[in-house]
């Protein structure tokens, strides 16, 4: 991606969304977002991507070994999750009263 102009995505930290693409695609299970990286055009979904790191004994974790842990998944193959309608959406921006704000093409309504 280019540095000329920032990405603008449509999910956000704390969204609940949908996994609609890869080995963890569940189009019926809501999932949180646990963190956006725009400039890598990835976020981190809880529960999904799992991968195991091998860590070394430290103070904190005295016994080292496997620890599990969830990885970034490309932005495009998640789709946010329209709790009124119990399904994935599109999203539409809309300003209103001076606020850029996220409605769901689904069910019309403001997404918080």
């Known amino acids: 991606m280019s540095n000329r102009f920032k990405a603008k995505f449509n999910i956000r930290k704390g ?3 949908v996994v609609i693409a890869g080995e963890d695609r569940d ?4 999932r949180k977002v646990l963190e956006v990286f725009p400039e890598k055009s990835r976020v981190l979904v809880e529960g999904v991507n799992i ?15 496997l620890v599990k842990k969830e990885a970034s998944i490309h932005i495009s193959n998640v789709m946010l ?13 809309s300003r209103e009263t001076g606020k850029l704000v996220r409605i769901s093409k689904k069910s019309g309504e403001v997404i918080k």
């Open 51 to 65: 991968v195991t790191r091998h860590t070394k004994p430290s103070a904190q974790n005295t016994k080292g070994g």
């Open 81 to 93: 999750w329209d709790a009124k309608k119990g399904e994935a959406t599109k999203i539409k921006r």
């Open 27 to 30: 189009l019926k299970k809501p």
């Open 15 to 17: 969204d609940s969304i």
